[in-house]
């Protein structure tokens, strides 16, 4: 049996969502309270527990994308959480592997491109979500960390290296 954590990382909530043999088993979202560098390491120590109580054979996120000069402290702390989940991951032998937003969605057919916007693209990641997984979810963090893990599953499905 093969398990997937796939995670949409951010500082004031994490989505996540467990899928074993292509199944999706649970998801969630981790919304900690506190300065930054607090949620930062609150989100760290509840991955360290869905490790502990999963064992994920694969972690994958989406990658926290370079910000425009407007955005670079956003951008800042989300490689700070990231780089709070490899350490945790690290205590388990496993990588952090990433994919960009645009991959993700291109892999489970939402149009992303020139002209569309983030706050376009959020309401068709819920209903995406919703659709495929039968979720009542109103959370873009959720159904982004279910999308993320499903995007995985549809591009390695029939490769070799990931027995499924």
């Known amino acids: 049996m093969q398990t997937l954590l796939s995670l949409d990382i951010s500082t004031k909530s994490t989505g996540y969502a467990i899928f074993q043999d292509q199944t999706l088993i649970k998801s969630g979202v981790i919304v900690p309270t506190g300065e930054v560098i607090t949620r930062i390491e609150k989100t760290a120590q509840e991955v360290d527990k869905l490790m502990q109580q999963y064992h994920p054979d694969i972690i994958y996120a989406e990658e926290p994308e370079p910000a425009t000069q407007k955005l670079i402290d956003v951008y800042r702390k989300l490689t700070f959480a990231h780089g709070a989940i490899a350490i945790v991951l690290n205590h388990y032998q ?71």
């Open 94 to 164: 496993k990588e952090l592997e990433l994919c960009t937003s645009s991959h993700w969605r291109k892999i489970v057919g939402i149009k992303t491109g020139a002209g569309v916007t983030r706050a376009q693209l959020k309401p068709l990641d819920i209903a995406k979500a919703n659709e495929l997984f039968d979720l009542k979810t109103k959370n873009d963090d959720l159904a982004d960390a279910v999308l993320i893990g499903w995007s995985y599953i549809l591009e390695h499905k029939n490769k070799e290296e990931f027995d499924w």
